[in-house]
C-alpha cells in the first residue's frame, strides 16, 4: 500500500486521511497538542462551547456529508429560526427579504429595513436603469457593486456580511472569488436587480433548505470524529519543518516534536497548512509557489465568550446575534447569541446565557493589539448599546486567532491557479485548505477530497 504523510491536522488535513483511508498508509502530523485547527471547543463557566468555527455550510454537501460518515449524523443541528440583523442606524435591523449575500432583489422590502436612508434606497432602485457593466476580469466587490447599487448599499449591506465569513473589506475583497454567484450574473452586464429576482424565483419551488448546521456538543467535535474514524497515525506536538523529494520521488519530511527530531519518508505528502506555513515548507521546491502563497493576506480575529447567570442578567437579547457594518466606527465585527441559536447549548446549560462576540478585520490590527481585558470590556459596552444593558458576565474569555482568515484579494482564482500549476510540477504532493478554493469548512473539505485523489495518482 502506498503512503501518505499529511502535515496538518486541521479539519482539511483530516479530511484527505479519512478520504485516503483503505487506499494508503497515512501518517498525520499535526504542532499543536491537538487536532482541528480553527475548529475547536473550549469551557466557559462549565460549559463546552465552540471557540472557532461554530456552523458548517449545509446548502453544500461535503461537510455536514463528512460529519454523518463519521458518526455524527444524528448530532446534526438547525440553529434556531431567526433573521440575520444588522446592528446600524442605532438598532438591529434585519437584512431585507430576498436579499443574495447582502444585495438586494427588493428595493420597498430593503426600504422597510430602515438599513439605508431614503437616497440610499433609491439608488439601489435605479440599479435596473443603469447601463450594462459586464465584468470581464476581476475586481474588488465594492468597485462593482458600489458602480450598481451604491456606496451606502455595500457599506451596510454587503459589507458587514463579508466582515462575518472573510474578517475582510469589500474594497480590497475579489468579487470572483468572495462573491461568485454574484460575478457569474455580472459577466452577462444586465442590471443585476432583474437577475437576481429571476435567480431567486428558479429556486422558488424548491423546498428552502438550512444554510448551515451546527454539531450538538459543538462542532470542535468534529474533526476529533473524523481523527477518530480515519485510521490514520496522528501525531500530534509534531511540527515540519522541512521538505525533501528523494531521488526516486519519494518525500523525506523532517520534523521537530517534544521529543526531538523526527524523520519519516512517504511517496506522496499533502500540504493541508496555512498559505504562509505551506509557502515555508515549499521554498527550496518551487519559489513561484512560496512567493505566490506568501502573497495571499490574512485576517486575526479574536472571539469573546461571555456566560451570563439568566437569573442575574438585567436583560437577554433575542434573536441568534447581529453583524457589524465597519462604516458605523464600532469594535464589534459580530455577535452571536449561542444560548438563542443553538438548541442543544440552551438545555445543556438552561440556567445561563452564553454569546460570542468577535472583532478583528484586515487591517485592524490596532483592535487585536488591545489586552484581553479591554476587549471584553469593549464588547460589554458595545453589547450594551446594540441590545440593552444585560449586566456583567460570570466568566468571559477571549480566543485570539492569529492570521485565521486567508483573504481572497483581487485576482485570487488567478493566483491559485499559479500555484496549482507550480504545485503539479511536484509529483506526489498535494495541497489543500482554507487558501485556495473556499474558507469554509465545508470549501476545506472538499479540497481535501481533490488532494487525496491527487496524493494516490500523481505519482513521481
Ligand atoms: C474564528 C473563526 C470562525 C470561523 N467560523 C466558521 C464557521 O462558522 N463556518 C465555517 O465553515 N468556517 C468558519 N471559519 C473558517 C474555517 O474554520 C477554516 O477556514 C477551516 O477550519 C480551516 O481548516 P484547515 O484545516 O484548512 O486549516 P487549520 O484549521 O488552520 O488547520 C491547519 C493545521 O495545521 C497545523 N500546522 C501548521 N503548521 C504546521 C506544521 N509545520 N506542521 C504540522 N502542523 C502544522 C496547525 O496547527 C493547524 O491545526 C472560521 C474561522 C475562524 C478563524
Redesign the pocket.
Known sequence: MRSVIV???????LAAAWELRGRADVTV????GR?????RTGTIAGITVDE??????ALRPEAVELAAAVGLGEALCDPAKAPTTIWTNGALRPLPAGHVMGVPTDPSALAATGLLSPEGVARVAAEETLPATPLTGDCSVTEYLAGRFGREAVDRLVEPLLGGVYAGRAERLSLRAAMPGIAALAEQGGPLLPALRRMKAAGAPRPAPVAVQGVAGGTGRFPQAVAGACGARILTG????ALRQLPGGRWRVQ?MTDDGALTMEADAVVL???AF?AAE?LRPHSPLAEAELSAIPHAS?A?ITMAFSRARAHYLPEGNGFLVPPVDGHTLKAASFLSNKWPWLAAAAPDTFVLRA?VGRIGEDDVLARPDRHLIRSAITELHHAVGPMGEPLAARVTR?DR??PQYGVGHHARVSRIREAASKLPGLALC??AYEG????A?VATARRAATQALTSWP
Open positions: 502535515i496538518g491536522g486541521g479539519i482539511s488535513g502530523l499535526e504542532s499543536h487536532v482541528g485547527g480553527k475548529l472557532g468555527a461554530e456552523s458548517l455550510m509534531t511540527t515540519a519543518r520534523a493541508a497548512l496555512p506555513a515548507l480575529t472571539v468577535s486567532w485565521g482568515l485548505g482554507a474558507v469554509g469548512v465545508a476545506c
